[in-house]
């Protein structure tokens, strides 16, 4: 079957830009995170969404970052007015459940010029 | 807020001596998750413990859960150059929401 699907896989734009970023999880997985990593870095959380609960946004560093999960299936984070420092690759997972596996997507890389 | 945090940061080896990786919470855990991740790619997850004093057998991979549920290991047997990359533990953290945290992983490079 399929598994996390991301897009884009690259994105490339300028500081000051808005990004819209996609995750397709797989069928099913009531959970689905958001995490950024920076090169050689760890795995840092911004956002959970976990079936129709509110969101847990506790992990978004700033208000320019935003995330919805339509229908309990696609999620898009968004970043706005982008910063160089922004530049990392975006990941995505989703789970059956919190305490389920997560499975991961291939990430977004985004770089800001 | 809890804190998962692994030791070492970086551990370079010989291509058959051993590896371990320890990883240690702030708080007591329901359940430890590990994962691997080659370079330049993602996440992938590799077993997860949820009994105290839990030992689990991967090949040449071994994990334990601590007795208390706030640390646990991941041992590696005779490494290979395919072991190479970036180990993280994870457990829920216990809050409102009680979302996955990774710890700070682990990166193992292996000389041939």
Known sequence: ?113 | GQQVMQIPQYQHVQEGEDFTTYCNSSTTLSNIQWYKQRPGGHPVFLIQLVKSGEVKKQKRLTFQFGEAKKNSSLHITATQTTDVGTYFCAGPDGGATNKLIFGTGTLLAVQP
């Open chain 1, 1 to 113: 079957g399929a598994g996390v699907s991301q897009s884009p896989s690259n994105k490339v734009t300028e500081k000051g830009k808005d990004v819209e970023l996609r995750c397709d999880p797989i069928s099913g997985h009531t959970a689905l995170y958001w995490y950024r990593q920076s090169l050689g870095q760890g795995l840092e959380f911004l956002i959970y969404f976990q079936g129709n609960s509110a969101p847990d946004k506790s992990g978004l560093p700033s208000d320019r970052f935003s995330a919805e999960r339509t229908g309990g299936s696609v999620s898009t984070l968004t970043i706005q007015r982008t910063q160089q420092e922004d530049s990392a690759v975006y990941l995505c997972a989703s789970s059956l459940g919190y305490d389920q596996p997560q499975h991961f997507g291939d990430g977004t890389r985004l770089s800001i010029l």
